[in-house]
């Protein structure tokens, strides 16, 4: 197992990593929307939350010498599941017609408030 840590996104909040390779499969920890340049939440809506979430997640996935290309599942968790045809339309146009196995959920609440996190597993 490799673990995986890029500058390209935020730090891990938690005793957890950014995401693990393990046996040519890259599993990312969830991704919110935090600019790793500031460190804020700098989007009040949910799809520049989503554009954010998606870039620190390719940052992250291409550290592992991956990409949105070869992702193969994805968990988004939503704090408003109204956001979801917002949320379809920019992750639709950052998976660049990929299209993963992916679940969505909406729960009570997310890490500094995000409206947004995703998660995802990708093959190397």
Do not use: W
Request: charged fraction near 20%; hydrophobic fraction near 45%.
């Amino acid at each position: 197992m490799e673990k995986i840590k890029t500058d390209g996104a935020p730090e891990a909040i938690g005793p957890y990593a950014q995401a693990i390779e393990a046996n040519g499969l890259v599993f990312c920890s969830g991704q919110i929307p935090i600019n790793p340049k500031s460190g804020n939440i700098e989007a009040a809506d949910a799809a520049g939350q989503t554009i954010q979430v998606l870039l620190n997640l390719r940052a992250v996935l291409e550290a592992a010498g991956s990409g949105l290309d070869k992702v193969v599942k994805t968990t988004v968790f939503l704090t408003d599941i109204g956001d979801f045809p917002v949320v379809n339309k920019v992750y639709a146009e950052m998976f660049c017609g990929h299209t993963p196995a992916r679940s969505t959920v909406q729960v009570a609440r997310l890490p500094k408030s995000a409206k947004i996190e995703v998660e995802a597993i990708a093959v190397k």
